[in-house]
């Protein structure tokens, strides 16, 4: 009698997605309100991602970004937006191959002083390496709009 091998178990896909995960957690010397208008707003990310954003930042709005000379969009929901701490965004359509469509974005911002906050970001869903270098860009864009007033978004 040969002994029984039992299949191999298939992670759940909650955790697959968690495994799949880009985070950086960053101090930012600006008041934890201005971090969170960057994020939450319309016109805050035109700032420091991309120059080209559309639709609504209002929960349950979507907002569209696109990238100049690029044939591609980013499509984000919104799906909740509490002042000043969180927002958190769910890709609902990436125009190359749907490389983002299902993941998550989550910001969340922790006062550190009257002005400097801390902001633990995530996105969950897909591999570090695919989106790294990208967001250590426009996270330190970010930070430098918050800061100075200035960031370097794409298409600027």
Request: proline share 4%.
């Amino acid at each position: 009698m040969t002994p029984r091998r039992s299949a191999p178990r298939a992670w759940p896909a909650k955790a697959a997605a968690v495994a799949a995960t880009y985070t950086r957690r960053l101090t930012i010397g600006a008041a934890r309100e201005r971090v969170f208008d960057a994020i939450a707003t319309l016109e805050g990310p035109r700032h420091w991602w991309t120059t080209i954003v559309t639709g609504s930042a209002e929960v349950g709005g979507e907002l569209r970004f696109g990238f100049a000379g690029l044939d591609e969009q980013i499509v984000m929901g919104v799906d909740h937006a509490s002042p000043p701490l969180a927002v958190g965004w769910s890709c609902v359509a990436h125009t190359r191959d749907n490389e983002w469509t299902g993941t998550e974005l989550r910001f969340e911002l922790a006062a550190r002083g009257a002005q400097g906050c801390e902001l633990n970001f995530r996105h969950v869903g897909i591999s570090r390496e695919q989106v790294e270098a990208g967001w250590d860009r426009f996270l330190a864009s970010l930070a430098a709009y918050a800061e100075h007033g200035e960031g370097t978004p794409y298409g600027a």
